[in-house]
């Protein structure tokens, strides 16, 4: 997942204004309570920072739109 992928996908989520709010501020248990932004900044892959944010959320299922994982980044 490109890190353009990742922010679309927040935006898609939770609005333009909100997304980078949440990824800001919310801290998230499985990447050692570093909010998203924290954890792409240190180099956590997107689509790691992006299941994290759907866990921690509930973020349903059917909203996730991950991309294909075989795709070379």
């Known amino acids: ?3 353009s992928e990742f922010w679309a996908l ?3 989520e939770f609005g333009q204004g ?3 709010v949440v ?8 990447l050692g309570s570093r909010t998203a932004s924290e ?6 892959p997107p689509r ?6 759907c866990a921690d ?3 349903p ?8 994982p075989k795709r070379k980044d």
């Not at 299922?61 to 294909?68: I, R, S, V, Y």
Request: charged content about 20%; hydrophobic content about 50%; overall charge negative.
């Open 1 to 3: 997942m490109r890190l």
């Open 10 to 12: 927040m935006e898609q």
């Open 18 to 20: 909100y997304a980078a």
């Open 23 to 30: 990824a800001s501020s919310h801290a998230l248990s499985a």
């Open 39 to 44: 954890a792409l900044e240190d180099g956590v």
């Open 48 to 53: 790691q920072v992006w299941r994290a944010v």
């Open 57 to 59: 959320l509930d973020v």
């Open 61 to 68: 299922a059917e909203h996730q739109h991950l991309p294909d």
